[in-house]
């Protein structure tokens, strides 16, 4: 039975912290040009007299885990939104960037621990959860804009579950498994 070390979880949490750095550079490389010229920011900066290009790039990077934006804005009252898809949305391609980071952070750990049956392979990739989680806690609280008695950011809730905790474990852990299957197989 392949067992959890707490070295095995040191490495994994360290490693679980690289897509999640990734995705947020890869999704500014591919938003903030637009976002840099965007109403909102130009609203923002306007009212705070600062952009908030990376918040706002932390909203869609929080997006792509299917997690929402909260905005609420006195007289107007509270609602959520979404930067990917629809009309004037960015690309939907942008749902695969964590995916695939997780996958391929998943099948790295699996190798690192050589880990050569599915269970094993599981367990290596669930070691990436406490890394991503405490990013994902930190960046929905970074995340946050305030411009007078406005505010925005990420569903912190939604973002621990979905983004933190199940993200990592499902997508990792299929990396882990699927690299375990392949060295099996060798």
């Known amino acids: 039975m392949p067992s959890i070390t707490p070295r095995s979880i040191a490495t994994g949490s360290l490693v679980g912290t690289l897509p999640w750095v990734v995705g947020y550079a890869i999704t500014y490389l591919l938003v903030a040009p637009n976002l840099r010229d965007s109403p909102l920011n130009r609203i923002i900066e306007t009212l705070d007299g600062a952009p908030a290009t990376h918040e706002l790039v932390g909203w869609v990077f929080y997006n792509t885990h299917f997690v929402d934006v909260v905005l609420d804005i006195p007289i107007l009252g509270s609602q959520t939104t979404g930067y990917i898809g629809g ?4 690309t939907a391609a942008l749902y695969l960037v964590p995916v695939v980071l997780l996958v391929a952070a998943g099948a790295l750990i699996s190798r690192q621990q050589a880990a050569t049956e599915p269970t094993a ?66």
């Open 87 to 90: 009309d004037n949305g960015f």
């Open 121 to 186: 392979g599981g367990l290596a990739g669930l070691t990436l959860v406490p890394g991503y989680l405490v990013l994902t806690v930190l960046g929905g609280l970074l995340f946050e804009i305030a411009v007078g008695g406005a505010t925005g950011g990420p569903d912190l809730t939604t973002a621990i579950i979905l983004a933190g905790v199940l993200y990592p474990a499902v997508c990792a852990g299929l990396g882990g498994v699927g690299w375990a299957v392949f060295e099996n197989k060798q």
